[in-house]
């Protein structure tokens, strides 16, 4: 469309305006309206709960032991259960099979085979253990970061028994899915599982023998749970269409503030608006179907922000629902002709996207006094609070150790937009853990409580710690990593992010940290009797040596930079830095001492992070050039010819006082500073992309030079988006989008 054509309402962006205003409301499709949740949750999955009724006992037995166990799975088994398996599916409808995997690009993927086979030229459906337990994908397609350089390009899928395969129904069709890893040639982790549930062995390894030697007998699993809290946006699909910078990049790279953002901060917990209600019950419907255990749903504290919570899960079954919560908002958004933004910060000014991370630690035992018990819940009697602080203890010891790596684990492109800014929390990693467990470390690590662990708790009032829930309620939210009563929320976590890779180092970290402090008490078991007073003497070092980690305060404030600096903290604002920290010298030993990520694997991890913030930016950068140069400045040429056109048209009227030319300079002088800075952002982008095998230089320039230059022409290009005639401007308004009528 021409230029000037845009300066009448016909133009894309007024017509979309007309059309949303008049358009219906969308009801659910189907949002199971009338039927109990209850009835048909978990209807399109096969679970150990559906195989202990479809299989024999002994095989159940054998799957059970895998699952609940983690122990590796007798494949003497696998012909009964793919057995069962395809007869459920196919009951249910399905027509085809797919392992399902995390491959390192932040989704999912899955390649589709049909149960169709031909015996004697007879049509039927087929699928055998070796269909169930292994498939082999064109590994060379995904990113590897290096490793299928040196390896073959063969990668396989294997089955991951712990999380129950599922059937996805999009379409109408219905495909069996088939929770996998996905590993190269010699067993080398591709994916984003495989190194989550060699942390969570770790991890287990670990506690176990910690446990053992707190008396805790009978363990014979120690398991993470982990709650994410999903935020996200939701806006027209049509805005979505109309700008290049949404669909290219998820994010808004140009965008002029709105005089009304979320000041009155009356989005926060308000009435859901008709059309997203609509639209969520679905997506809610669609999850409780699939096994997904969805408690809360909620406006966010941004306009057209909201955020939904499961209930928490094992890890792995969780890293899997969050992959499941997200793909079924993005396509579930489009029925109800709506767009779900994952980013973490859609717009600029405005509240990003998290996904607090609630994670703990729980006991799978013989013995039912304690199976099921949650590690970092305050308990009732001393020694429960002993093995409490114990735990807590090697938390703060592994964020404290950590806290770069942590930092490097959420990592991306989108996030370095989010951390810092508004109402996020900062690049800074620090632990909050409410006023009564503040005295209750502290006073321990001063040393002021003297006796006995029993009469030191006491001492304390720690011997029963209830009153931590109610310390709870007005917990810190400013915190990237807070306590909550009985649990770490990790809120650090960006929204778009797969959660697997932070919650992998925090295993790890955590692992190493409690092995550390079981070596402490065994030697300090020598020289003092009773565990629970070896085990004070344990944890007193850890909560002195990790005071600077632990901050109470307002975590956004500018105080708490200066703070943290002068605390030694790490303060890693951007992408690059970050991930640096993947690569210490500490960060190999944790990963390859625990088996989680030999050094080959976690540089080529490294490698994929760092190339994914190379190709982001340089998307980024691309598109914003292009909707400079196709959108911006034709609408602002457009603008500056109507001046001129009624300057000379009150000329020719003999009009004395012509304020339209004043106005024309001063517009002609803003596009002269944008096409300036839009010169300089065509320069980064020719020399990054002119850099060969120089990843590490081309992420640094990008991240300075390149991410400068798109600032500037953002600034410049705002100013005109407030300049030019609203008529004239093409691209759709935050106020459009954030506020729909
Ligand atoms: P909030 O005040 O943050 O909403 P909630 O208690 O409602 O706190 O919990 C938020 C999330 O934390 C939910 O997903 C919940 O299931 C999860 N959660 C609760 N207990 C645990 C736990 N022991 N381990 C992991 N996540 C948990
Ligand atoms: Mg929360």
């Given at each position: ?13 007024k ?15 189907d ?8 009835e048909?949750?978990?209807?399109n ?8 009724d ?19 799975l ?9 057995q ?7 009951t ?6 797919t392992?399902w ?14 149960f ?17 337990i292994q ?16 390896w ?7 089955w991951n028994?712990?999380?129950p ?8 069709v ?13 067993g080398e ?9 060699r942390s969570s ?6 506690a ?7 008396g805790?007998?009978g363990?014979?699993?120690v398991y ?8 996200y946006?939701?806006?027209?699909r049509?805005?979505f ?5 949404l ?5 808004t790279?140009l965008g ?7 000041q009155?901060?009356d ?5 859901i ?12 419907h669609?999850?409780y179907?699939?096994?997904?255990p969805?408690i ?16 928490f899960?094992?890890?792995d ?17 489009l ?7 994952l980013?973490?910060?859609p717009?600029?000014?405005?509240n990003g996207?998290?996904k607090?991370?609630n994670w703990?630690?729980?006991i799978?035992a ?6 099921g ?48 800014a ?7 990693i620090?632990?909050f ?19 006995s662990?029993e ?12 009153e ?6 007005d ?5 990237p990593?807070a ?7 990790f ?15 925090l295993n ?12 402490a008490l065994?030697?300090?078991?020598k020289?003092?009797k009773?565990v ?5 003497k ?8 990790t ?13 708490w930079v ?5 605390r030694?903290?790490?303060n890693l ?14 960060s ?11 050094d080959?694997?976690l ?16 998307i ?15 609408a602002a ?18 009009i ?5 030319i ?12 944008l096409q ?8 980064v ?5 002119g ?6 230089k081309?992420?640094?320039l990008?991240?300075?030079?390149g ?7 953002r600034?410049c290009?705002d100013?005109l ?9 093409p691209?759709?308004k ?8």
């Open positions: 469309m021409p230029a000037s054509s845009t300066s009448n309402s016909s133009s894309p962006r017509a979309v305006i007309q059309d949303i205003t008049t358009r219906e409301v969308r009801g659910t499709n949002s199971g309206a009338g039927t109990r949740t209850s048909y949750f978990g209807i999955t096969f679970g150990v709960r559906q195989m202990r479809k299989l024999p006992r002994e095989t159940y037995a054998k799957i059970l032991a895998a699952v609940r166990h983690g122990k590796k007798d494949l003497d088994v696998a012909p009964r259960v793919a069962a398996i395809k007869e459920w599916a196919i249910h409808g399905a027509t085809h099979f392992h995997f995390q491959p390192q690009t932040g989704l999912t993927a899955e390649k589709h085979d049909a169709l086979s031909f015996d004697d030229g007879q049509p039927m459906e087929a699928f055998g253990a070796s269909q169930l498939s082999e994908p064109d590994a060379s397609s995904f990113p590897s970061g290096g490793l299928r350089a040196t073959e390009a063969r990668g396989y899928t294997a028994p712990a999380s395969v599922f059937i996805a129904e999009w379409a109408g219905k495909t069996l899915c088939i929770p996998s890893v996905f590993v190269g040639y010699n982790a591709l994916d984003e599982m495989t190194p989550l549930l062995d770790a991890l287990s390894d670990k176990i023998e910690l446990l053992e030697l707190l805790d007998q363990v014979y699993r993470t749970t982990l709650g994410p809290e999903q935020e946006f939701l806006i027209d049509a805005h269409a109309l700008r290049p910078d669909v290219m990049a998820g994010r790279l002029a503030p709105p005089p009304r953002g979320q009155l901060e989005h926060y917990f308000g009435g608006p008709e059309r997203i209600q609509a639209c969520i019950a679905e997506v809610e669609e999850l179907k699939l096994g997904v969805i809360t749903r909620h406006n966010e504290v941004a306009p057209s922000q909201f955020e939904m919570a499961p209930r899960e094992e890890t079954v969780a890293v899997d629902h969050n992959q499941l919560v997200m793909a079924t908002l993005r396509r579930v958004a029925r109800h002709g709506l767009q779900a933004l980013h973490e910060k717009f600029a000014g405005i996207s998290g607090h991370c703990s630690m729980s799978a013989d013995n039912p006094d304690i199976d018990y949650n590690l970092l819940k305050p308990g009732m009697t001393p020694h429960q609070n002993i093995r409490f602080l114990v735990f807590l203890a090697a938390v703060l010891r592994a964020v404290h150790k950590h806290a770069g790596l942590l930092r490097a684990g959420i990592g991306t492109s989108g996030n370095e937009h989010r951390l810092g508004n109402e996020a929390p900062p690049a800074i620090s632990v853990m409410g006023n009564t467990l503040t005295k209750v470390i502290d006073a321990i690590a001063d040393g002021k409580a003297i006796g662990a009469q030191q708790m006491i001492k304390l009032g720690v011997a029963r710690l209830p931590i829930e109610k310390d709870n309620t917990r810190n939210r400013t915190s990593f306590f909550t009563g009985n649990k770490f929320e809120r650090a976590v960006g929204s778009s992010q797969s959660i697997a890779f932070p919650i992998v180092l790890a970290a955590v692992a190493e940290a409690i092995a550390e402090i079981t070596v065994k030697a300090e078991l020289k003092t009773k629970d007073d070896a085990v004070l344990v944890v007193r070092p850890i909560f002195k040596e005071a600077s980690v632990r901050f109470e305060g307002n975590n956004y404030s500018d105080e200066k703070d943290a600096a002068k030694g903290l790490l604002r951007r992408t690059p830095e970050a991930l640096a920290q993947m690569v210490t010298k500490q190999r030993k944790l990963l390859s001492s625990l088996n989680v990520l030999s080959e694997e540089d080529s991890r490294y490698h994929v992070r760092l190339e994914r913030y190379v190709k982001d930016m340089l980024e950068m691309h598109t914003l050039r292009e909707m400079v140069d196709t959108l911006v400045l034709p040429f457009s603008y500056a010819g109507d001046l001129a056109e009624s300057a000379s048209q009150a000329k020719a009227a003999g004395k006082s012509i304020p339209q004043d106005a024309a300079n001063k517009l002609g002088a803003s596009i002269s500073e300036k800075h839009r010169t300089t952002l065509g320069k982008i020719d020399k990054a992309e850099m060969h095998d120089e990843l590490v081309q992420a640094e990008l991240t300075s030079a991410a400068d230059a798109m600032q500037e022409v600034k290009s100013l988006e407030v300049s030019v005639a609203d008529d004239s401007w691209l759709p935050y106020r459009e989008m954030l506020f729909p009528v």
